[in-house]
């Protein structure tokens, strides 16, 4: 295109501004926009991913009844109970409902334990 721009002829001359406008490539950030257009509208990538889950899971100790604060998958293998010190592998999904910190307190622990809530 530039070699046709350059050359001074009757036929191109009065159309040199424009062929130079049409020629010229789209900015940088235009072209991000247009790329990001189709993945929102299909719904991969671009938008916020929408989870029913919470954002982390409470487990409980099958032998004692005290619930862990925190990600549990990123607790060491070694983990064990504080309170009857038995390993992470009796730990299971806490099913009740946890607002806030949950409550650790001997008579709270007794009570979800005969309970069996788990």
């Not at 002829?9 to 490539?25: D, K, N, Q, T, Y």
């Not at 072209?31 to 919470?54: N, Y």
Request: net charge positive; aromatic share 10%; hydrophobic share 35%.
């Amino acid at each position: 295109m530039q070699a046709l721009q350059s050359r001074s002829s009757p036929f191109l001359g009065a159309r040199r501004a424009h062929l130079a406008a049409v020629s010229r490539p789209a900015a940088p950030s235009r072209a991000r926009q247009q790329a990001a257009a189709p993945q929102a509208l299909f719904g991969f990538g671009g938008g916020a991913k929408k989870t029913d889950a919470p954002a982390t899971k409470n487990y409980i100790c099958t032998a004692c009844g005290w619930i862990y604060d925190g990600d549990f998958a990123k607790a060491p293998g070694s983990f064990k109970c504080p309170v009857c010190n038995v390993g992470k592998n009796k730990f299971k999904v806490y099913k009740g409902e946890v607002k806030g910190k949950p409550n650790n307190s001997p008579s709270a622990v007794k009570q979800r334990f005969q309970a069996k809530q788990w």
